[in-house]
T-cell receptor, first 112, second 113 residues
């Protein structure tokens, strides 16, 4: 069965650079979520989108932005990268009101 | 303070033994999710529980949500090396933001052959 696809899987950036992560949800899933998991930490909710509209916002820095496109894929844009942004970024998707949340393999961002 | 407490933090069991991992909240759990994660990899969905008293099983893993919807347990029967990993419980505690989950710190499970 198709899963949540994230790209790139690994990304290395310098401080103050920008990065874009992409997420392709499971087919027919209409809701996308972004999470950040720092080293040794539990995942922290950043932001979610339902039907291309932002539906909830968590601890997402102002330097980050995200959107969901007409084909339901989502992109997380990160600017002015800081060392502390180094983390695993997970995308998850679900079909609204079914509850089950499926995560992708994650994109590992390293900021040098 | 951590809103979702998992215990134990780590667990080493002999292959074939049963084990239980707990996830406790002081708030009502509107949705409780169990995931398994290999270090640095994705979260594998195991089960989701929503109703008080609900119990679900998949292969040798059983998850329960208590009647008060504040505690969940994950029970593995006859553990195998393939069960090793980090088990995370995630929960919706405000009921209005589906998918905005808080997570426990995880339980690291090792299974000795």
């Amino acid at each position: 069965a198709a899963g949540v696809i994230q790209s790139p899987r690994h990304l290395i950036k310098e401080k103050r650079e920008t990065a874009t992560l992409k997420c392709y949800p499971i087919p027919r899933h209409d809701t996308v979520y972004w999470y950040q998991q720092g080293p040794g930490q539990d995942p922290q909710f950043l932001i979610s989108f339902y039907e291309k509209m932002q539906s909830d916002k968590g601890s997402i820095p102002d330097r980050f932005s995200a959107q969901q496109f007409s084909d339901y894929h989502s992109e997380l844009n990160m600017s002015s990268l800081e060392l502390g942004d180094s983390a695993l970024y997970f995308c998850a998707s679900s079909r609204r009101n079914t509850g089950e949340l499926f995560f992708g393999e994650g994109s590992r961002l390293t900021v040098l | 303070s951590q809103e979702l407490e998992q215990s134990p933090q780590s667990l080493i069991v002999q292959e074939g033994k049963n084990l239980t991992i707990n996830c406790t909240s002081s708030k009502t759990l509107y949705g409780l999710y169990w995931y398994k994660q290999k270090y640095g990899e994705g979260l594998i969905f195991l089960m989701m529980l929503q109703k008080g008293g609900e119990e679900k099983s998949h292969e040798k893993i059983t998850a329960k949500l208590d009647e008060k919807k504040q505690q969940s347990s994950l029970h593995i029967t006859a553990s195998q090396p393939s069960h090793a990993g980090i088990y995370l419980c995630g929960a919706d505690i405000d009921g209005g933001s589906q998918g905005n989950l808080i997570f426990g710190k995880g339980t690291k499970l090792s299974v000795k052959p």
